[in-house]
């Protein structure tokens, strides 16, 4: 059994969801691991991680109306203000969804269905660099 | 260390609550796997994971009535209307619950609390075959 | 590959966060396992965990108003209400947080974030001892 660990690096240009499906699974097909689990966590609280469909690009936008409309930008709700009015919806957006995601690895191959697509979720309104850590154990 | 995959499938018949409880501990019983961590995965986007209580049935109902009014069926909310009135209220609700749950296996036996069942929970109208990937690993 | 479980009880005295970021990370320092996989279990339906800033406790007042807002403490609302008011909301919000959490170690040392604290999120008023199971497997 091993264990390799991974960063992936995401420099987000405001709210939104960036696709890193695509780097995912090409790290994973280029280790030496054909069975394992894939365990990636974002090391932030306000961004978070999902799971979504990769087809029809709607998807993403009803997604993050829905949720901010939910978690409005709006300071008087809120005692947490200083570090501006989109960091505690952050916050609340990001416990809503996942900073975690565990996957399995069958086959060299990540198990994913056809239309799971893996996002970061970011919820800040300036740029920001997100790390995302995988840790891949198996053999 | 082993690892073993498996695939339970579970035909929906319209939204609600399928518990899988049992389907999943008598495979993990047949087993040769003492110690482990068994990682169940959905490989759809309009269905997902939970672990509720399995006492009283109320709580699903109730659970299931809160989802419907958080997230209502009305097209003129959403872009994404192609699929049906149902559908990207279902990614919605897989996006606040669950895609993967990842739990542990001690002595064989799945640990899990007293009152807590493993559920799909169905979010489209129309009946479904769901795939739920099961990943074991352990010795 | 070794495989190492561990109990955390947590004494509530009400809703709210009670941190267990400290006592998770002396538990993974004091074994010999340098890399891994750490996954939490709470063995409950009626509380949950989750990870989040562990920063301004102003965060943390506002999660958890947003989410009594969110699924009020109403009996008129809900058909299970034998238990309290109190108790079929805490099935709620269990559902839109998190019942496990997967992490990794490097180094011998758990992979949080520089803002990340782990939290047990108590949803019921009365005193509960919650059951934090903690399984590592790693080398």
Redesign the interface.
């Known amino acids: 059994?091993e264990?390799i660990?991974h960063e992936i690096k995401i420099k987000t240009k405001g709210q939104g969801f960036y696709d890193f499906t695509d780097q995912t699974v090409k790290w994973v097909n280029d280790q030496k691991i054909n069975?394992?689990?894939l365990?990636i966590?974002?090391?932030?609280?306000?961004a978070s991680l999902?799971?979504?469909?990769n087809a029809?690009p709607?998807?993403l936008?009803?997604?993050k109306n829905?949720f901010d409309k939910?978690?409005p930008m709006d300071n008087k709700?809120?005692?947490?203000t200083?570090e501006g009015k989109d960091d505690?919806p952050a916050?609340?957006k990001?416990?809503?969804?996942n900073?975690?995601?565990?996957?399995?690895i069958?086959d060299n191959k990540l198990?994913?269905?056809?239309?799971?697509g893996l996002y970061l979720f970011e919820h800040r309104l300036e740029k920001h660099t997100r790390?995302l850590?995988h840790?891949l154990?198996?053999?």
Chains 1, 2, 3 share one sequence.
Not at 94 to 97: E, K, Q
């Open positions: 059994m264990q660990f069975n394992g689990i365990n966590n974002i090391l932030h609280t306000s999902i799971i979504q469909e029809d709607d998807v936008y009803d997604l829905f939910l978690v709700l809120y005692k947490h200083t505690m916050h609340i990001s416990a809503l969804t900073n975690q995601i565990t996957l399995s069958k198990m994913l269905g056809t239309w799971q790390i850590s840790h154990i198996g053999n």
